[in-house]
């Protein structure tokens, strides 16, 4: 089966312009998740939805970042404007249900930003 | 709320001697336990996951991990590293956000370093 895609793979902009990052994930996951992952860190979530609801976007800083995940399937994340910090790789994942506690993650290849 | 502590950000072993990387987590549920590994340039995989059904999990490449709710640990192991071991390793802890739905959390992660 095909797996989680996003692009672009890589993006560098100046500092308050805008981008945004998109993501399909497995087909029939009703579960899809966004992290922001800091070089050195561990991946941080952003935002979980299930199916097109939000179940929790606690990290996620709304003044400046929103997302949106259209008929429950495609998800795309804004960033506006954006700061240095932002630098990071946005990771996107999905799970099938996102209800069961072992649910495994399956993640994309992230994409690469570059705040200058 | 939840949280995981990974107790070394580097682990350095010679190729064919035992594994320990070390996880601690908090929860106020009976949380589910991941361990995720990132290779250089690729995406997360799961290595094992913590089900409740035993405590031991054997998971992929000769890995294992067992929970310990006494201690409140899932420590990763391996009997012997191999050079294609090396790479990043996250343990994650899931627990209940509310709503039937599970928020995952990620610890900052042990790099493991594979001397020939």
């Known amino acids: 089966e095909a797996g989680v895609a996003q692009s672009p793979r890589y993006k560098i902009i100046e500092k308050r312009q805008s981008v945004a990052f998109w993501c399909n994930p497995i087909?029939?996951?009703?579960?899809l998740y966004w992290y922001q992952q800091i070089l050195g860190q561990g991946p941080k979530l952003l935002i979980q939805?299930?199916?097109?609801?939000?179940?929790?976007d606690s990290q996620l800083p709304k003044d400046r970042f929103s997302a949106e995940r259209l008929k429950g399937v495609d998800s795309t994340l804004k960033i506006q404007p954006a700061k240095l910090e932002d630098s990071a790789v946005y990771l996107c994942?999905?799970?099938?249900?996102?209800?069961?506690?072992?649910?495994?993650?399956?993640f994309g290849p992230g994409t690469r930003l570059l705040v200058l | 709320a939840q949280s995981v502590t990974q107790l070394d950000s580097h682990v350095s072993v010679s190729e064919g001697t035992p594994v320990l990387l070390r996880c601690n987590y908090s929860?106020?549920?009976?949380?589910?336990l991941f361990w995720y590994v990132q290779h250089p340039n690729k995406g997360l995989q799961l290595l094992l996951k913590?089900?409740?059904?035993?405590?031991l999990v054997k998971g992929i490449n000769g890995f294992e991990a067992e929970f310990k709710k006494s201690e409140t640990s899932f420590h990763l192991t391996k009997p012997s590293a191999h050079m294609s071991d090396a790479a990043e390793y996250f343990c994650?802890?899931?627990?209940?956000?509310?709503?039937?739905?599970?928020?995952?959390?990620f610890g900052r992660g042990t790099s493991l370093i594979v001397h020939p």
């Open positions: 929860s106020s549920y009976s949380p589910s």
């Open positions: 994942a999905s799970s099938f249900s996102g209800t069961g506690g072992a649910e495994t993650q399956y």
């Open positions: 939805f299930q199916n097109n609801g939000v179940v929790d």
């Open positions: 913590y089900t409740s059904a035993a405590t």
């Open positions: 087909s029939g996951h009703a579960t």
């Open positions: 994650v802890v899931s627990g209940s956000g509310g709503g039937g739905s599970y928020i995952p959390t």
